[in-house]
């Protein structure tokens, strides 16, 4: 069966503009042009687009996506598994954090008391919830699913005890990063080494392997990504670039 790219349109819900788009920069080319310049799509253009449409909902970007497809070892079995694992993984995530505010909800409606336990499983979810809207797509796009999906049950298995201890040290750092950039102290200091010590010991309290190249990358992060350093200049100007270069130096 072949579509004009208004049917395809109409059957995908991907705008006619999208799908123009999507030929130019080759991410999905129709299976022929007619002579009056109208472009129309075959069975294998309209897998492609169903690919294309499950890695957006995942959040990729359309450069990696193209990478993806265009690999002559690209295989659509597996890849689409590995959707379903992702889709799954979300359902979970957001069924947890329905129940959560509904029980909020409920207790609020009914002036009831709710335990530390359950405000301590709504943060959680809430935290995870902001990172994944915020940092979710690039990190997904850059690490995988994996490693997103990873550190989001991370999060969600911490301890009382851990999540106190995790957000005092988020604390921490962000203090002692802003008295150090005040007082004018080099990265390389002793103090920069002892704000390297907190803002490892904070990335991995969640059980993650301590892996120095990727700490690195992190900290690096910060600085190229506009809304990491808007988080730690909030109220000093050049604490993402101390912690950049602090890690830069202490950790080799």
Not at 75 to 84: E, N, Y
């Amino acid at each position: 069966m072949e579509y004009s790219i208004q049917e395809l349109s109409r059957l995908s819900g991907v705008t006619t503009r999208a799908l123009r788009w999507y030929d130019q920069i080759g991410l999905l080319k129709p299976s022929r042009v007619a002579e009056s310049g109208y472009r129309y799509y075959g069975g294998a253009e309209v897998d492609r687009l169903q690919d294309i449409l499950y890695y957006r909902a995942l959040g990729v970007e359309l450069a990696r996506i193209k990478e993806c497809l265009d690999d002559p070892f690209f295989d659509r079995l597996a890849a689409l598994k590995d959707h379903l694992v992702s889709l799954e993984l979300e359902r979970e995530r957001l069924e947890k954090l329905i129940r959560s505010v509904k029980d909020t909800i409920g207790a609020e409606e009914r002036k009831e008391f709710m335990s530390d336990e359950q405000k301590f499983e709504a943060f959680k979810q809430r935290t995870v919830t902001h990172n994944e809207e915020v940092y979710g797509a690039e990190i997904r796009a850059q690490y995988g699913d994996a490693e997103m999906d990873e550190a989001n049950a991370a999060v969600l298995n911490l301890t009382q005890e851990q999540y106190r201890e995790w957000t005092e040290l988020g604390q921490e750092l962000q203090s002692r990063l802003e008295e150090a950039v005040r007082a004018g102290i080099s990265p390389e200091s002793e103090a920069g080494g002892e704000i390297t010590a907190i803002h490892r010991r904070w990335l991995t309290i969640t059980g993650n392997q301590y892996d120095p190249a990727k700490h690195r990358g992190i900290a690096e992060l910060y600085v190229l990504d506009e809304r990491f350093t808007a988080y730690y200049d909030k109220q000093v100007s050049g604490c993402a670039r101390f912690l950049r270069d602090a890690v830069a130096h202490w950790v080799k």
